[in-house]
């Protein structure tokens, strides 16, 4: 069935709602595929069903919460989102298998579960839904939080978890701005959002998804205050860069993001503890040094960016 979906073509589905497909398709998606979706049949059905979701939501043309989709996909998305719940925020270790079913490997979860995060991420449907985005935005923390520094449960940005979670943190601003076909940072103009949505609303729909990536970044960049060596595997240089790169995507051609950016990183530094007498400072405190400098230098290499490309860029018509 996930390979027949595309077959029925995906731009079938007009301005106002879903492809046809997807109302006929409702015994298929409920209860079989949301039980998948919920772990409640296994790994294999849990990963059969997010390759359904993937080749069901580009059927959405723009309200996911209304006729077929709304009986098909979202209950799909959202069965998802609560296995996401399931995972403990910032911990990849035993918490993590405990709170899922026993033949289910956390890693291998945490992975099916990005690629619907991204699939999510890339559809302006789907961000659009304001029954549905909370508990996206919410999911894609709780991933980061698991694959990045603190969580360690695959701290790898080259195509590892930790990557792929920054690839779905960047998939917004692709989705909203479907012209863009530079590689590197540059004037992207204005997003285009789903049909008929004003520039404004799509901004702060942008704006909102942006603060809960900066709220996030912080508590999955910070280092464990009792590391004594880093783990083999991890290139903190190389992350530093890749969160670099993720600010400049979600800060080109957007002053008031670059200002939340700044904002948030000026938060940061107002819980420095006082640094007369290092000898007194514990491991929480030189934690929290390392996480502003990486920050600061990440936010500092996202500014140069946007602001070379800014005046590289020829002056508007």
Do not use: Y
Request: aromatic share 4%.
């Amino acid at each position: 069935f996930e390979e027949w979906l595309p077959m029925v073509g995906f731009g079938s589905a007009g301005l106002g709602g879903s492809h046809p497909a997807l109302a006929a398709s409702v015994s298929l998606f409920v209860p079989l595929g949301a039980a998948s979706a919920r772990l409640e049949l296994g790994s294999e059905a849990f990963e059969a069903a997010a390759f359904l979701l993937e080749a069901a939501l580009p059927l959405v043309a723009s309200d996911l919460a209304a006729g077929g989709a709304g009986a098909t996909v979202a209950p799909l998305l959202a069965a998802f989102m609560e296995t996401c719940a399931r995972l403990p925020e910032g911990s990849g270790g035993a918490g993590a298998q405990a709170s899922l079913e026993q033949h289910a490997d956390v890693a291998d979860v945490v992975g099916v579960l990005l690629s619907v995060l991204h699939a999510a991420f890339s559809s302006t449907a789907a961000l659009a839904c304001d029954s549905l985005r909370p508990k996206l935005l919410a999911a894609g923390s709780r991933l980061l939080l698991l694959s990045g520094v603190r969580g360690g449960l695959e701290v790898d940005c080259e195509g590892g978890l930790l990557g792929r979670c920054f690839d779905a943190w960047e998939a917004p601003i692709a989705a909203f701005r479907p012209d863009e076909s530079c590689d590197g940072p540059g004037p992207m103009g204005l997003p285009t959002g789903p049909p008929g949505a004003a520039a404004g609303a799509v901004e702060e729909l942008l704006g909102g998804i942006f603060g809960q990536l900066l709220g996030t970044l912080p508590g999955a960049l910070a280092l464990n205050p009792g590391l004594a060596a880093l783990p083999d595997g991890w290139d903190l240089s190389r992350l530093r860069a890749r969160v670099s790169q993720l600010l400049t995507v979600w800060c080109d051609a957007s002053e008031a993001r670059t200002e939340a950016m700044l904002a948030s990183l000026q938060g940061l530094c107002a819980r420095l503890p006082p640094m007369q007498d290092p000898s007194a400072l514990d491991g929480v405190a030189w934690s929290h040094l390392e996480l502003v400098l990486s920050l600061g230098a990440a936010a500092a290499e996202a500014l140069a960016a946007v602001r070379d490309a800014a005046a590289e860029a020829p002056p508007p018509p």
